[in-house]
């Protein structure tokens, strides 16, 4: 019987947070070789991706209070449809002691439209997230090894497990929170996981100084990063919502997204600065896909300053969801649900 078969009468795959981590194991680079095939199935026009709905209350202002409904369609080697529901709450973990951000991902047969199996998304979303930047560094990214990374939580733990595998082991690591204890508890699991000599500092602008791929992955609502901080011929991964200041982006020499209609969201740093007459279609040198199938240039120089925005993709979602969900049926991961 196919994998995939919609109508399988052992019936829909569940799959747990722990039952994900159990069918990848430690082989985390799966997820950079779905995000590459859903890329390359963008770039084929082979993708249905509906501008994602926010779901937001007046009382909860701050820009990470949400759920957002991510749905898509994967054709290529994926041809599966899907959606992630993803929820988010800035104090979550101040006030609830829970993870900021929790989801669910639902896979469908794309032919008959039956779900073949439902599975917390909270992980695939991670190391899709993660697995966007490593392939933004693969084609982005100076020869320099020096990795600044600005937020010490969960994106900031997939993100340097990814790139130790996939771009290289950096030469050193500098982080900075804004929770000294969080930023020093990153330090010693990357000590410890990776063996990286990790600085921690006080001051962002002094994390930033020596840098040549700074990773921001905050939780900031306002932006706070100036381009003085940013030296020249670094790639700037801008993974959060608001961290950095518009010069940041007038003073790159490229600036390279996930997919501009995406990213040219209201309340998203690129589309206010369209608003103001300071950005437009013209100053994006590329989406990713382009860089991923050659149609566009990558770094071509090295003292090139590189903005990259990526603002999440459903496709990306559904293609490491189908990654997993193939790997758990070959394991035989998971609960099997009637329908």
Not at 35 to 62: S, W
Not at 103 to 132: K, Q
């Amino acid at each position: 019987m196919n994998a995939l078969d919609p109508i399988a009468r052992d019936g829909l795959l569940y799959l747990s947070a722990a039952e994900v981590e159990r069918a990848v194991g430690r082989e985390y680079t799966l997820f950079v070789e779905a995000m590459e095939a859903a890329l390359r199935a963008q770039a084929e026009d082979d993708v249905v991706q509906p501008l994602k709905p926010y779901l937001r209350r007046p009382e909860r202002p701050h820009p990470t209070d949400r759920i957002i409904a991510m749905p898509a369609y994967v054709g290529g080697d994926v041809r599966l449809s899907g959606i992630k529901w993803i929820g988010s709450a800035h104090d979550n973990q101040k006030v609830r002691g829970i993870p900021r951000a929790s989801a669910v991902i639902v896979l469908n047969d794309a032919d008959s439209a039956y779900p073949v199996a439902i599975m917390d998304g909270s992980v695939v979303s991670a190391w899709r997230t993660a697995a966007v930047s490593a392939l933004a560094c693969r084609h982005l990214a100076p020869e320099g090894r020096r990795l600044a990374v600005l937020g010490t939580g969960l994106l900031a733990r997939t993100h340097l497990s990814l790139l130790c595998e996939t771009w290289g082991r950096p030469d050193a690591v500098d982080v900075h929170d804004v929770i000294p204890q969080q930023a020093e508890a990153f330090a010693r699991w990357a000590q410890n996981e990776h063996q990286l000599p990790v600085t921690v500092h006080g001051d962002a602008a002094a994390c930033l100084r020596r840098a040549d791929v700074i990773l921001v992955v905050t939780t900031a609502p306002e932006p706070w990063i100036p381009a003085a901080w940013v030296p020249r011929g670094s790639l700037f991964l801008n993974v959060s919502l608001a961290d950095p200041m518009p010069d940041v982006v007038l003073t790159s020499d490229k600036i390279v997204v996930d997919r501009y209609e995406q990213v040219m969201r209201p309340g998203k740093l690129l589309h206010t600065m369209a608003q103001q007459g300071t950005f437009g279609p013209e100053r994006c040198h590329a989406d990713l896909a382009d860089l991923v199938t050659g149609s566009r240039p990558g770094r071509e120089k090295p003292e090139e300053t590189i903005f990259f925005n990526p603002i999440g993709q459903a496709i990306g979602d559904i293609a490491c969801a189908a990654a997993v969900y193939r790997r758990a049926v070959d394991n035989g991961s998971g609960t099997r649900l009637e329908r």
